[in-house]
T-cell receptor, first 111, second 114 residues
Framework: QKEVEQNSGPLSVPEGAIASLNCTYS??????FFWYRQYSGKSPELIMS????GDKEDGRFTAQLNKASQYVSLLIRDSQPSDSATYLC???????????FGRGTSLIVHP | DAGVTQSPTHLIKTRGQQVTLRCSPK?????VSWYQQALGQGPQFIFQ???????QRGNFPDRFSGHQFPNYSSELNVNALLLGDSALYLC?????????????FGPGTRLTVT
């Protein structure tokens, strides 16, 4: 089992809708998680980090962490075509603090 | 505020050759990590440098080596290149070595091995 799992998608949502991206992890001691956005041909760009159970909001983005169920999610409100990208989830695993990345979920926001 | 920079942008090498990639961290950062990203995959951790020492290493062979300089910049060296080494090589910097430090990526170096 991969340590950080994401559905590769693509996830297709209409413009203005809420996009929900999910990630599960296997390391119960993981404490910090990161969401990155990666446009095709570009490098990953940090969107948000989350360390505590619950929600963390930043503009149109909300990260949610549930340590009991071992999942972390990213909600994008009022999705725009410019949000179309691959979203990478990352979290420490295997006793190391180095983030392990999922393979990413492709998001397509259509007008 | 200067972000993470990497050079070169693109590189084409022949199997068996050696390559050196360079990275300058974001201003104020002292920790550099290197990742390899194959097409359609998430970045795979190669190693991390902090205080000029390799602190953590991923599951990569000894052909992959690195260095960090006193100004915190870093190099990634790959010897005896294989076709499978073709990938996007990413450098990420952070303000320290630990689980809560956010990593910021550079633009990457696209390596093609023929």
């Amino acid at each position: 089992q991969k340590e950080v799992e994401q559905n590769s998608g693509p996830l297709s949502v209409p413009e203005g809708a809420i996009a929900s991206l999910n990630c599960t992890y296997s390391d119960r001691v993981s404490q910090s998680f990161f969401w990155y956005r990666q446009y095709s041909g570009k490098s990953p760009e940090l969107i948000m980090s989350i360390y505590s159970n619950g929600d963390k909001e930043d503009g149109r983005f909300t990260a949610q962490l549930n340590k009991a169920s071992q999942y972390v999610s990213l909600l994008i409100r009022d999705s725009q075509p410019s949000d179309s990208a691959t979203y990478l989830c990352a979290g420490p695993s295997g006793g190391s603090y180095i983030p392990t990345f999922g393979r990413g979920t492709s998001l397509i926001v259509h007008p | 505020d200067a972000g993470v920079t990497q050079s070169p942008t693109h590189l084409i090498k022949t199997r068996g050759q050696q390559v050196t990639l360079r990275c300058s961290p974001k201003s104020g950062h002292d920790t550099v990590s290197w990742y390899q990203q194959a097409l359609g995959q998430g970045p795979q951790f190669i190693f991390q440098y902090y205080e000029e020492e390799e602190r953590q290493r991923g599951n990569f062979p000894d052909r992959f080596s690195g260095h960090q300089f006193p100004n915190y910049s870093s190099e990634l060296n790959v010897n005896a290149l294989l076709l499978g080494d073709s990938a996007l090589y990413l450098c990420a910097s952070s303000g320290g070595a630990g689980p809560t430090y956010e990593q910021y990526f550079g633009p990457g170096t696209r390596l093609t091995v023929t």
